[in-house]
């Protein structure tokens, strides 16, 4: 190739170089508003690889119903009860505490000692679970198990109010369907102030608002 042919390709290409330059530098206030990932299901519910089995489903529809377990201490209860009512409320989704499990229940908490797993709290789908996709394409499912492993390694998260509100705000979440932000330099992702970063037991015990819009946003 002749090096006025390059020459000239460049100069074509100038213009173009230079608004994708401004676009890096300035980005649209569309891009700079925009705050966490979006609802959907996430990871193979049966994986046997990973210890314990966890997963992120949406909700079948946008009433949820929580089952609060007998195992629950009154501290997490307590916990529960507060992300439910002061979180998940103010949504479009309309939140129920419930003692029994019945045909509508959506989620199944409970929390024993569950050993070193890695994992001071998690949500699954079993395969028991009434579960499917719906039209985008997301699985749904109710029944989900939210577990909280009161093994003393995981102690931080169930040691305070603030930390056990966190990590109910946090895994209450995953059972409609919220993910990770990211909590940088950790892991990568958005930064936000929300129960929805990822290992911050003291940390943030709401919803950022980008996670409310998302759940109003959704299609039920
Ligand atoms: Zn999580």
Redesign the pocket.
């Known amino acids: 190739m002749h090096a006025s042919t390059v020459g000239l390709r460049y100069r074509a290409l100038a213009p173009l170089l230079a608004a994708v330059l401004s676009m890096v530098q300035y980005p649209s206030p569309a891009a700079a508003t925009h705050g966490g990932p979006e609802i959907g299901s996430f990871l193979s519910c049966n994986d046997p690889d990973r210890d314990p089995p966890r997963c992120?489903s949406v909700g079948n529809d946008n009433q949820h119903f929580v089952y609060f377990g007998e195992s629950l201490s009154e501290e997490l209860a307590s916990a529960l009860r507060d992300a439910l009512f002061e979180d998940y409320r103010p949504t479009d989704f309309i939140v129920f505490e419930r003692h029994r499990i019945t045909s509508v229940t959506d989620v199944i908490v409970e929390s024993q000692d569950y050993g070193d797993n890695g994992a001071a709290?998690?949500?699954n789908c079993p395969p028991e679970a009434p579960q499917g996709f719906n039209q985008l394409g997301h699985r749904w499912c109710q029944r989900q198990d939210l577990r909280f492993n009161l093994n003393p390694l995981y102690a931080v998260f169930f040691a305070d109010e603030v930390s056990r509100e966190y990590v109910a705000c946090?895994?209450l979440?995953?059972t409609v369907g919220l993910?990770?932000w990211g909590n940088p330099p950790q892991s990568s992702g958005p930064v936000g102030a929300t129960c929805?970063n990822?290992n911050t037991p003291d940390g943030p015990t709401h919803l950022h608002p980008a996670d409310v819009e998302h759940i109003n946003a959704y299609p039920y």
């Open positions: 992120t709290g998690w949500v946090h895994e979440g995953h993910r990770h929805m990822v």
